[in-house]
């Protein structure tokens, strides 16, 4: 036999191998068939391995076409078994819709898989990268799968790449330890998955990505970083993420929920958060088993539920409905306060909460309260500045009315005012003649020794705080 004619031998044999293998697979879909283009440098041998059959070994540069499917391979040898191709170095496999490059690559056609192996860089139509050690690719197969399919171990790094209305690019960074990408929409990673948008990082257990409804969600632990000019953290038992055009605009958290943001944290068991232009802007908080709570340098308020108002994260209204309760500190420049009568509290139905909305001039971002209304049985108790400014005790208000305001300036009381007062009580501190005597009085003193100091007249009591 000559050479030409044996070239001719292996080729035919390596190109029969496939159709072999088809035979013994007749119920299993048609697989896409493949022929070897030979090339100048191609060297091919021919041998049988127990259990695999006949191989056909290729070198010195392979090219594989399936011209049915579009597909083409390509490597610098080969191995060609009954049921599959094994590519070994500089591998490529490429279809209209897909493109591979790896170190090490199988092509199992009865399966319509390909499986990618070390170096890994695989290109979907939409743009969307995926990097990592190891990928499984899955063509579509009529009554199999609708939609080709991706399986990648080992802590691969996905980029999501999409378009907004006005053609601008938008990337999304997903790192896990599992990705499965079933067609170009839809993700799912499992295992320490990190996720960077251009506005938010966010950490999970796992998460679910739906591109087409632009939707997210994140499971087991998860936690979501606003990272443009102002900050804000939320973490939760699940967290859902729901986009427009490719900008982020609600972030809903479940189950021990916190919101921390530079003006305010917020605390429930579900808390609902708009976004506009990558700052919060509003926020809905409510709870069946732990109630809504807001805590701020300026006042804390507990309700069944909380709607704040926050334009460009800047703390404007709050709104407390259901058994609402606003704790304050009093401003103890001008008095002393004794425990446990420590803070001021309104509380009622309802509690509406006004925020000074003109920046502060100090370095601090919070807004300082301005007014407290409260309406439905409500009531209140405010320590004030007493009358006599020698007096270190705090004078009391105590009110029980339909409608109670409080007015702030300053971070201070200015006035409490009352709509359909069913009772109230100002306590005034005074101290007696004796007191004042003694206060005036100057002490004694005996040479070489410092006088003592004269001593504080003890507090009148004050009425219990309301539950």
Known sequence: MTRASRFRHLIAAACSVIPTAVA???????????????????RLSLDSLPGFGQVVFIGGGVFFRCPSRGITMRGDSAE?????DQLIGHASYD???FHVTSNFLNYLPNDEKVVAVGDVHAKLPTGSTLDGPIAEYQRPVARLRPHERMIANSRPTIHIV????????DTTLVVANTVFMDGDSLLYGSGEVVITRPEITATADSTFIDQGRETMQLMRKPKLKGTKDRPFTLTGDLIDLFSRNRKL????????ATAVSDSMTLKSDTIDLRIRNDL???AYAWGAKSRARAVSPAQNLLADSLDVA??????QLVLAFRNALAEGKPDTIHFRTVKPDTVDWLQGDTIIAHFDTVPVKDTSKTPNIKQLLASGHASSLYHMAPNDTAERRPAINHVTARLITID????????VTTVDSLYGIYIEPKADSTSRQKTNAKPATIPGKTPAKPTVPTAVPLPPKKP
Not at 80 to 84: G, I, K, N, Q, S
Not at 162 to 169: E, F, I, L
């Open 310 to 315: 926050m334009p460009r994260q800047r703390v």
């Open 24 to 42: 013994l697979h007749a119920q299993a879909p048609k697989p896409t068939p493949c022929t070897l283009v030979p090339q100048p440098t191609t």
């Open 95 to 97: 279809e209209p819709r």
């Open 408 to 415: 702030f300036d300053s971070q201070k009381v200015a006035m």
């Open 280 to 282: 919060l802007d509003h």
């Open 162 to 169: 999409q378009k907004d209305s006005a053609g601008k690019m």
């Open 80 to 84: 060609r078994y009954a049921d599959h």
């Open 249 to 256: 605009q609600r972030v809903r958290a479940s189950a021990n």
